[in-house]
């Protein structure tokens, strides 16, 4: 298994610009999330889901959008990116049969938004 | 809402045990976890701790919960340059679907 996969890895945006961060996972997870990570400030939620077809809006959904019409996919979208979205970007999955929520996290998209 | 706090920095001497400390608001907490964050990657999980347990021992990790404090500690015996990153505690409330992050606390290994 590849696990939990992330592209790009590094990406430069202009103000207003629009991109897709792409998430894609082979362990047949039906729960996926999407956190950004700010320095010194941990990890705060965007978007999830626990399975497709079915997505929720975590503490920072604003200036994002997500869709999961499979399984194995998660997307995530900046339509008008903004400085503020300067971050660092996860993709997590977890087992659905899973009782202990062992999240498998992504190496992560570093954005940069000038 | 719910909250995870932690001390952000650690500095321990190589070889000593370092012990990383976290409180947590929702007594309805479920899952009590430790992530791992190296630079430049993800986050890994290092282990987790079921609320009905009062402690959970893997190698050179222990994990020690108090339930009554809302107290969560991890203790990383003989501590060696590789243990160098962000640690991160975090909990799952009963009826969430979603995990509660700390911000992180960073381990630093002294020669």
């Known amino acids: 298994n590849a696990g939990v996969t992330q592209t790009p890895k590094f990406r430069i945006l202009k103000i207003g610009q629009s991109m897709t961060l792409q998430c894609a996972q082979d362990m047949n997870h039906n729960y996926m999330y999407w956190y950004r990570q700010d320095p010194g400030m941990g990890l705060k939620l965007i978007y999830y889901?626990?399975?497709?077809?079915?997505?929720d809006k975590g503490e920072v959904p604003n200036g994002y959008n997500v869709s999961r019409s499979t399984t194995e996919d998660f997307p995530l979208r900046l339509e008008l990116a903004a400085p503020s979205q300067t971050s660092v970007y996860f993709c997590?999955?977890?087992?659905?049969?899973?009782?202990?929520?062992?999240?498998?996290f992504g190496p992560g998209t570093r954005l940069t938004v000038t | 809402g719910e909250d995870v706090e932690q001390s952000l920095f650690l500095s321990v001497r190589e070889g000593d045990s370092s012990v990383i400390n976290c409180t947590y608001t929702d007594s309805s907490s479920t899952y009590l976890y430790w992530y791992k964050q190296e630079p430049g990657a993800g986050l890994q999980l290092l282990t987790y701790?079921?609320?009905?347990?009062d402690m959970k021992q893997d190698q050179r990790l222990t994990v020690l919960l108090n339930k009554k404090d809302k107290h969560l500690s991890l203790r990383i015996a003989d501590t060696q340059t590789g243990d160098s990153a962000i640690y991160f505690c975090a909990s799952a409330p009963i009826q969430d679907d979603k995990i509660i992050f700390g911000k992180g606390t960073r381990l630093h290994i002294l020669p």
């Open positions: 997590a999955s977890v087992p659905s049969t899973s009782g202990a929520y062992e999240q498998y």
């Open positions: 701790i079921f609320s009905n347990m």
């Open positions: 889901s626990v399975g497709a077809g079915i997505t």
